[in-house]
């Protein structure tokens, strides 16, 4: 659905602002004030919106162009300002030159994205050139557990003016040899005269706890802290989700 930025917009927007105020509390609580923020994968730029409307200083970028396109004008239409580009997770530096950011956030999974682990080695090196010294990256992940995971499906509603929008996604379950899980989408969007569907598919890539830690201790951040998705922080046991915080030395 990444090629119809503003369904996706209408689906992921609402709980944004309290998205930031938990990145925020976090970057605090690890000794960081959060002034300038770089997201990766900012897909509609929903988090750049509160940023900007927050007074912070906002960078952000994506590979698909259409999330691009609308990221821009959703914040022009606002009357807001960042600084938005497009580029891909493994090869950004160029359009950030010498710029250094406080805190950066990868949440829901977008790191996995990266379908190869040099491309996911090379974006982490990049981020930490990226951040100033002692600055964080919160980068919010799911991982398997091969053999126990199952096929999930979930369930998404909203509504923006006369359109109601459903969409309804499935996880497969990991696959142990390929780290590949496959997810599909339907989507259904009803309005007064019509409704529509679209389909889609994507794939991301797997890490269990091992091969997460072993990518972790490959690049030039460090880990100080594992979070559940509340921001409180937990032990090595396994979490649906989790937010990982790493620090540039």
Same mark, same amino acid.
């Given at each position: ?9 209408? /689906? ?34 929903? =988090? ?14 994506? /590979? *698909?162009? *259409? ?5 821009? +004008? ?5 009357? /807001?300002?960042? =600084? ?23 949440? &829901? ?5 990266? /379908? *190869?682990?040099? *491309?996911?080695?090379? &974006? ?39 359109? =109601? ?18 997810? =599909? @989408? ?9 409704? +529509?569907? &679209? @389909? ?33 922080? $937990? ?11 790493? $620090? @540039?030395?």
């Amino acid at each position: 659905m990444y090629h119809l930025p503003s369904y996706y917009d209408t /689906l992921n927007t609402p709980g944004t602002a309290e998205d930031i105020d938990l990145y925020c509390k976090i970057a605090r609580r690890y000794g960081r004030a959060p002034n300038a923020w770089l997201e990766p994968a900012c897909g509609t730029g929903r =988090h750049l919106r509160v940023l900007a409307g927050r007074g912070f200083s906002a960078c952000g970028f994506d /590979l *698909d162009p *259409d999330m691009i396109n609308y990221a821009k +004008e959703s914040l022009k239409t606002r009357g /807001l300002r960042a =600084h938005v580009f497009r580029a891909g997770m493994n090869d950004f530096i160029g359009p950030i030159r010498k710029r250094q950011f406080d805190i950066a956030i990868n949440p &829901h999974s977008s790191f996995r994205h990266l /379908l *190869d682990e040099r *491309d996911a080695i090379s &974006h982490l090196d990049q981020m930490a050139t990226s951040l100033a010294p002692g600055g964080i990256y919160i980068v919010g992940v799911s991982l398997a557990r091969y053999g126990l995971d199952k096929d999930e499906s979930d369930l998404w509603l909203a509504v923006r003016g006369r359109r =109601h929008i459903r969409q309804e996604i499935t996880y497969k379950k990991p696959n142990r040899t390929k780290r590949i899980e496959e997810v =599909h @989408s339907r989507l259904t969007i009803s309005r007064p005269q019509r409704v +529509e569907t &679209h @389909s889609d598919s994507y794939r991301l890539q797997t890490y269990d706890r091992t091969q997460w830690d072993r990518l972790l201790s490959r690049c030039r951040l460090r880990r100080v802290a594992t979070l559940d998705e509340e921001g409180s922080e $937990v032990s090595a046991s396994h979490q649906p989700y989790q937010l990982e915080v790493l $620090v @540039s030395n």
